[in-house]
């Protein structure tokens, strides 16, 4: 389990992992948040964010904070399907 999985859950916010492969070989991993906590319609599609952290950094700034205070949960609890990213070279 990564950190950011780690962190998703001790939230309690519901997640999906996926490692995706580039054509080079290169396993990237990608977290996804759904919807928020308190969202009672999971089946509704709803608007898709990524976030993409900088260099030198990794995809766990956007959830680093508790809930109130991270972006990711923020956009979830807001209604976004949210997507975290990682580039390469990074944990």
Avoid: C
Avoid at 16 to 44: C, F, W
């Amino acid at each position: 389990m990564t950190i950011q999985s780690e962190t998703i859950s001790y939230w309690v916010y519901p997640h999906e992992a996926y490692e995706v492969l580039t054509a080079d070989g290169y396993i990237l991993l990608l977290y996804r948040i759904p919807h928020g906590k308190n969202d009672s319609n999971h089946s509704v599609q709803k608007p898709v964010v990524y976030l993409q952290h900088g260099v030198l950094l990794t995809s766990s700034i956007w959830i680093s904070n508790p809930p109130n205070n991270s972006l990711g949960f923020l956009l979830a609890d807001a209604g976004y399907d949210v997507w975290v990213a990682n580039n390469r070279g990074n944990r």
